[in-house]
């Protein structure tokens, strides 16, 4: 699987794969390769809000 590079394109192929859910495009022998694969962006982009988050959060409270 490609390597995921950042929020924003971890979204727009989550948003890829979930258009393609719904419009039933997507064969059978390709959906627990898309489902994997969207496990792995959901992991990633919440990763990213949480240390985000924290980081944020951290410099609001040195102020």
Do not use: G, H, P, W
């Given at each position: 699987?490609?390597?995921?590079k950042?929020?924003?394109?971890?979204?727009?192929?989550?948003?890829?794969?979930?258009?393609?859910?719904?419009?039933?495009?997507?064969?059978?022998?390709?959906?627990?390769?898309?489902?994997?694969?969207?496990?792995?962006?959901?992991?990633?982009c919440?990763?990213?809000?949480?240390?985000?988050?924290?980081?944020?959060?951290?410099?609001?409270?040195?102020k």
């Amino acid at each position: 699987m490609a390597k995921i590079k950042d929020y924003k394109s971890a979204m727009a192929e989550l948003e890829e794969i979930l258009s393609q859910l719904e419009a039933n495009e997507l064969e059978i022998d390709e959906l627990t390769t898309k489902a994997k694969r969207a496990t792995e962006l959901i992991k990633f982009c919440k990763d990213k809000l949480y240390k985000t988050t924290e980081e944020v959060n951290s410099i609001l409270e040195e102020k």
